[in-house]
Every structure is written in C-alpha cells, then in structure tokens.
C-alpha cells in the first residue's frame, strides 16, 4: 500500500513510525528540512521537502497512485486543502486531522463536499477514550470491538486480590463466568497465557468479554465497581471540552479548573450545567476547597505533562478512586503507566492508532478480513478483529484440530450477534467476527496457523 502523509510532528512521525513497521510504502511531505533529516534518519521512508499544497510536490510524491493520503499538521484548513488537492490529483482514500470546534459541526458536509474520507479530531477522540474508561472505573483501559459487543479490558492484580497465586483453570472453574484472560503483562514480560498460568501481584491483565460478564466478574473478584459520579476535569482546553458534554449527557457532575478567565466565560458559555472554577489546577489548597477529597475521579488535562503527572500524583495522595492523566511524551507516558495506578491518554497515539484502524479496514476490503485493530501491552502486543468471509483451514474444524501458532489466542467469537468464548470443541465459520491477541505478526486471519 503507497501512503502519502504530510506533516512530520508528533501524530505525523506516529504514522511513519507505524506504516514503516508495516513495510508499507511511506512518503513524507513537511515545510521544515530539519523534520525531513530526522525521519529519513531514522526510518526506511522517502521524504520531500516542502508544501503539501504545492502541485510540483504533490506530484512528485506520485499521489495519484497513493491509496491512503493523510494530512496531519497543525493547520485545519492546510489539512484540508491537501486532502481537497490530492483527492482531485487521484489518490484513493484522504484523511485530514481537524481540531475546530466549528469545523466539527459540520463534519458530515465537509466530507460530502471535499470528499475527504475521513476527518479526525485528536481531542474528540481523546474524550472519547476518557468516557469509555470512566465506564470502568477498576479499569487501566478499555476497548471494544463487534460494534461493542465485544469488551477488552486491562487491570492490575494487588496482592489482596481473590486472583493472586491462582492458576487460569482455577480462576474459570471457581467463578464459571464468561470471560477470557488473553493477555498478562509482568514486569518487561508479555505473555498470551495457556490455563497453567498462575496469577501473580503486580500483573496487569487484559481481559475479554461482554460488558455484563465483565461487571460480573469484576463484582464476584471484590473489585468495586462503583460508579462514576463526581469528576474533576484540570485544564480548560479542547479535550476537555467535549469530554464535559459526554460526561454531562451521561449525568455525571462536572467541575472544570481552568487558570484562563476569558477560556472560563467561554466555556461556562457553552457547558451551562458544569461548574467552571477559574483558579491554578495545581494548587493544592484551590483543589482541597473545590473537593478534591469527595471526588470520584479526577482527569489532569492541561497542556503540560509534567504538571498532569503532579496533580495526578497528588490526586493519589488524596485516595482518589479514579486518576486519569494526559501526556503527550512517551517517555511519560510509560512512566505513569508501569505504576499501574493511573489511566494514561496519549493524543498523538489515539490519533494515529485511528488512521492505523481506518488503513487496515481499507486494506481488508482487498487483501484481508481485518476490521479493526489495537495496540495492546504498551505497544507490544496486539487484539485484531477479522471477519470470516471465506472457508478456509481455519473453518468447520474443531479449534483443538488447528494447530495455531504460539503466543496467538482467540479471544472471543461473535455469532449471530451472540458473543462466546471458544474451546477446543468451538469451531470458525463463514460470517463470524473473531477476535485475535497476539505477540506475533497477524495481518490476515489465516496468519494465525503455524506453517507445516
């Protein structure tokens, strides 16, 4: 697949980074020479230097015979432009990153109109991810699949957890409901688990099945799951935002701390039933008089990420249930995340982990069955869903028969829009939706077979 991307900053080298893995055909577009070194520096991709608007460039980066065209730099309306430009040049498919509120509203009209593909908004899609992990609150993270029939969720196991010491058969026959421990992190180790393995304190586990089984399981476990009812939102900007108007739609109470009074009027403009605080989020007698101490869940979300991480922190220190942070440097980002207290959101990764999803999803309706996609374990290992389109090695045969390779686990199947977890009697047929984890390199379902 060729893929054009313009724009080289933070989402723009996520994408690189990520279709170079791919050993797709990468080509970079950026205004900055410097940008242009450091990728080429660093990855096996071609890059032009200069405007995505320029015909001369576009050309000679051969959009017309891209399949996916992205434009991701800072600018809307550059974005757009691109995309508009490099539709009417040929390229098959654009995808055009775009911040404004006011863009967003009419987001159906701009795809009509300028037949860009799809448009991506970081900060909705950041509030978004926050909303769903609000969900569960015992949760690190969450994801779905089978239009949300399917449910992955990652916690960690404390030493006074029902699940310490105990092996997978143990856990399944003692609480004999439907759920899937696909995935174990310990420590720098990943493994796809077989029914031996025994729990440990400190593991983070990622977990599949129904939204109802899950909730179960989470009760019968003794992980509270009480619901999220008071949030504190510090920070003022985008994300914020539009989280505030998906959390109120859900009747949660929501008070934003913002230190910029005109962003506080605007904003208490827009959020009538919020509470908007204006006042520095990182001062601990604001925060102690706004209730901090009452809260069920504080999300850090200004513009720093030093300053996310210490408001988390002390977050912490004040028994919050549920800390979620913002921060945009992955070396911060893994930082927060081996602790396994705090929820971490990543803009640039949620952005570009979308275009990923979108790119695979084109692609299967070629080459695989794959619909979506997602990076799972800090990045190392991966929960796919494919759709069965066609027999195969893989269909009207007892799983126990397949021989599969190692560190692949199917997880779940969706049948007739009933989701079951397989055994070794399951079988796969035509019209299923499975999903797979896995360490390996899956990119069609057949993949998963070890070859003889």
């Known amino acids: 697949m060729k893929v054009v991307i313009v724009g080289g900053g933070k989402v723009g080298g996520k994408l690189v980074k990520d279709f170079n893995s791919e050993d797709e055909d990468v080509v970079l577009i950026d205004i900055k020479s410097s940008v242009c070194e450091k990728i080429e520096e660093s990855y096996d991709v071609r890059c032009i230097h200069g405007s995505g608007t320029a015909l001369e460039i576009l050309n000679e980066a051969e959009v017309k015979k891209s399949n996916l065209f992205i434009a991701v730099t800072d600018n809307d309306e550059y974005n757009a432009l691109c995309a508009v430009m490099a539709k009417k040049l040929g390229a098959a498919r654009c995808v055009a990153r775009v911040r404004n509120r006011e863009y967003f509203k009419q987001l159906d009209f701009m795809r009509n109109a300028l037949g860009i593909n799809l448009i991506v908004n970081p900060e909705f899609e950041t509030a978004e991810e926050i909303s769903r992990i609000l969900r569960f609150p015992a949760a690190i993270n969450t994801e779905t699949f089978a239009k949300g029939r399917i449910e992955l969720i990652e916690f960690k196991v404390d030493d006074d957890n029902a699940l310490c010491g105990k092996a997978l058969y143990e856990i399944y026959n003692k609480y004999k409901i439907k759920v899937l421990i696909c995935a174990v992190q310990r420590g720098n180790e990943v493994y796809i688990p077989n029914g031996d393995f025994v729990i440990q304190n400190g593991d983070k586990l990622h977990i599949t099945a ?17 619901k999220v009812r008071t949030v504190i939102l510090i920070g003022g900007g985008r994300i914020s935002f539009y989280l505030a108007k998906l959390l109120l739609e859900s009747g949660m109470k929501v008070k934003i701390i913002e230190n910029n009074m005109n962003r506080c009027q605007e904003l208490a403009e827009h959020l009538s039933k919020a509470d908007i605080v204006y006042g520095d989020g990182t001062d601990r007698n604001l925060l102690e008089e706004e209730g901090i101490d009452r809260v069920d869940s504080v999300v850090a979300l200004t513009g720093i990420d030093e300053e996310n991480m210490i408001i ?17 440097r992955l070396s911060f980002a893994d930082l927060m995340e081996n602790t396994g207290i705090y929820s971490i959101v990543t803009p640039k990764n949620i952005t570009a982990n979308m275009i990923i999803r979108y790119a695979r999803a084109m692609k299967s309706a070629q080459e695989t069955e794959m619909r979506t996609l997602y990076r799972i374990v800090n990045n190392r290992a991966e929960a796919m869903e494919f759709i069965v389109n066609n027999e195969s090695a893989l269909t009207a ?52 077979l070890e070859k003889n």
């Open 210 to 226: 129904s939204h109802t089984d899950i909730m179960q399981f989470m009760r019968e476990i003794g992980i509270i799951q009480r």
């Open 312 to 328: 988390s922190m002390y977050a912490r220190s004040r028994k919050v249930d549920k800390i979620i942070t913002k921060v945009n």
């Open 397 to 448: 045969k007892p799983l126990a028969r397949i021989n599969m390779k190692k560190n692949v686990l199917i997880a779940a199947i969706l049948r007739n829009n009933k989701m079951f977890l397989p055994d070794g009697d399951s079988t796969i047929t035509v019209g299923d939706t499975v999903v797979i984890v896995t360490t390996e390199r899956i990119r069609t379902l057949t993949d998963i």
